[in-house]
């Protein structure tokens, strides 16, 4: 790849488009169900970045394994971050994306924490556009299936010196996405874990930080071990306090005077600050409800629960969008949530996300931008 060219504040790409592309019914075939992140579409985004050049010079080229030096720096000390969207298939054949921007400013503010290059927005949502463009016969169309779009960002410096990295790679891949989790839109069953937590004050939390996720295996398979889909973690300081399930943010339901409150564990810099978090407390606003963001204790939860204040506790993320929780496991014993159904609350803020994202309702916020 040349790197003649002068530091990239708009798009520059040298297009490489795959000498095999799958023909129609090839393609079609492949995206029938095709779950989350098992299935590539056929190309990729790869755009580099030199200390004291910028972003270079980039190719949108056949998706394909890459080629590492064994000391690249990423390998090592683990500068990877990562961010992840979706496109949708509109009803007139366009395709747009849901609030792109925002993930742009999120992955520049997860580059900030981990000492990597910022790219800029409009060179980050117009690399994504350019795939997207690419691949656009991908996009699935059945409401609810989608294009679940993946930018992220290595180290690629070969050195063993502890420090940050001088090189790095941004790519784009896309995968035709379903249903987040095989069973459907069901309520989940969750673990709280006691004995790891997901982020600490100071720590990375707040970034969509490859390492984080990493961390979080153990307590995942702990979870499944005890039949549960997903761990709930708990602050690090006190163990007490409810913050995310998995990687996703949650809200919990409670009724006040027979109308819903929407309760949802604060920003404290040790949570992602989700972007479906952001966009179901707007949507709270406009359906009338009130919103809270606060702390939760785990205790609370159990309590209110029993005591009929607390009616629904749903996650919520880019991948499964909604999932609702419907009983809640820890060493103490387990409690159900609306009888291990899904509530009206979650439905409504479901299907209002989806319809929007859609577009089968009116985009109010301007949250969709399109693409092609």
Sequence with gaps: MSTESAPA??????ILPT????????RAARIQNPG???????????????AGRGWLRGQLKPYAPLTLDPAASV?????????GFKAYRQPDG????FRPEANAHRFNSSARRLAMPEMPVELFVSAVDALIRQDRAWVPTPVGESLYVRPLMFATEAALGVKAASTYDFLVIASPAGAYFPQGVKPVTVWISEDFVRAAPGGTGAAKFAGNYAASLLAQMNAAAEGCAQVVWLDAVERRYVEEMGGMNIFFVYEEGGRPVLVTPELTGTLLPGITRDSILQLAKDFGYRAEERKVTFDEWRAAVSEGRMTEAFACGTAAVITPIGAVKSREGTFTIHNNETGPVAARFREELLNIQHGLTSDRHGWMHTVA
Excluded: W
């Design 36 to 50: 989350f992140g098992r299935l590539f579409t056929e190309h990729m985004v790869v755009i580099p970045y030199a």
């Design 94 to 97: 366009s395709i747009k994306t």
């Design 9 to 14: 504040t708009k798009l520059d790409l040298e």
């Design 19 to 26: 000498p095999h592309p799958l023909d129609d019914a090839e």
């Design 75 to 83: 390998l090592h000390y683990g500068q990877a971050i990562f961010e």
